[in-house]
C-alpha cells in the first residue's frame, strides 16, 4: 500500500494521467471524489498515529489520552480523543484561529475573530509538539468544514503520505548511516597494522554508503573512531550539557576509584 501511495504522489507531481489509478487503488472510489475514506478500514482519526490498538477502542482511547497528556496536548486534542464529535469542530475552530485555543474566542475575543478573519490556517498537530501539520497552503476553510464533521479531504491524506515517505526515506538512509558507521570502526580496529589497507577500505565504505542515499563525511568517520575507544560513562558524560558534567564526573570518579567498595 505504501508503494502504491507513493506511485500515486510520483504520477500526481508529474501530471499523469495514472495519478489516477493509483489514488483509486489506494484511497477507494471516493478518492477520485477527493475524500479518503481510506482511514476508516483501521487508521482511525486525525489523532491515530498507528493503527487501532488489539485491545480494543477503549483501551486505546486511555492509552492515547494518557499520552496526550504526557505531551501536554491541547484541550481539542484530549476531546477529540473521547468524542471525534466534540473535538474535531473544536480542532477546526482552533486550526481557523491560526492554532489559538478554542476557549480565547471567550477569554481574547477580539484577537480570535481577527484571527479567524484573515484567512490563514494552523492545523497543529498533538503528537509533535504542536508543530504546523496543515497551513493554508495545503487546506483551505472549506477543507476544514469538512474535516470538523468527520471528513477527509484526499489532499490532506496526500500531504501525511508525503511527510510519511519522507520520514521512511530518512530512516533507510539512517540505518544505511548506522551500518556503514560499525563497518568503519570495525575496519579501522582490523587494520590498524596496515594504514593503507585501513584507508582503503574506509574510503570504499564511505564511497559505497554515498552512493545508497548516505553522506558520510571524515569529521562523522574521526568522531566514530574516538567514540570506539572511549567507555561509555566517560562518552556520556563528555556529551552531557556542560552544566551537568561537575556532578556526573564526580560520579564516574567514584566508579574508577571506589566500583563496588563503600
Request: aromatic share 4%; hydrophobic share 40%.
Amino acid at each position: 500500500m505504501e508503494e502504491i501511495k507513493e506511485f500515486a504522489l510520483r504520477s500526481q507531481a508529474a501530471g499523469k494521467v495514472s495519478a489516477s489509478i493509483g489514488t483509486l487503488f489506494a484511497r477507494g472510489l471516493p478518492g477520485l471524489l477527493g475524500e479518503d475514506l481510506s482511514g476508516r478500514a483501521g487508521e482511525g482519526d486525525f489523532l491515530a498515529s498507528s493503527a487501532r490498538s488489539p485491545e480494543g477502542p477503549f483501551l486505546d482511547m486511555v492509552g492515547k489520552a494518557l499520552e496526550l497528556g504526557g505531551r501536554q496536548a491541547a484541550l481539542s486534542d484530549q476531546l477529540a480523543n473521547l468524542s471525534a464529535g466534540i473535538g474535531k469542530p473544536l480542532k477546526a475552530l482552533e486550526a481557523a484561529a491560526n492554532g489559538m485555543p478554542f476557549y480565547d474566542a471567550a477569554l481574547r475575543p477580539t484577537a480570535f475573530f481577527e484571527a479567524l478573519a484573515d484567512g490563514k490556517i494552523a492545523y497543529a498537530s498533538p503528537w509533535r509538539r504542536g508543530a504546523l501539520d496543515f497551513d493554508e497552503s495545503i487546506i483551505g476553510h472549506g477543507d476544514l468544514a469538512r474535516m470538523a464533521v468527520g471528513g477527509s479531504p484526499v489532499k490532506v491524506a496526500q500531504a501525511r503520505d508525503v511527510a510519511e515517505l519522507a520520514r521512511r526515506q530518512e530512516e533507510r538512509v539512517k540505518r544505511v548511516g548506522d551500518r556503514t558507521m560499525t563497518q568503519i570502526v570495525a575496519a579501522y580496529r582490523r587494520h590498524q597494522g596496515d594504514p593503507a589497507e585501513q584507508q582503503r577500505v574506509i574510503t570504499n565504505l564511505i564511497v559505497q554508503a554515498r552512493e545508497k542515499g548516505a553522506n558520510i563525511t571524515a569529521n562523522q568517520v574521526r568522531s566514530a573512531i574516538r567514540n570506539a575507544e572511549v567507555p561509555a560513562a566517560t562518552r556520556a558524560v563528555r556529551q552531557a550539557p556542560r552544566q551537568l558534567r561537575p556532578g556526573l564526573s564526580e560520579l564516574e570518579a567514584g566508579v574508577v576509584e571506589r566500583g563496588g567498595s563503600p
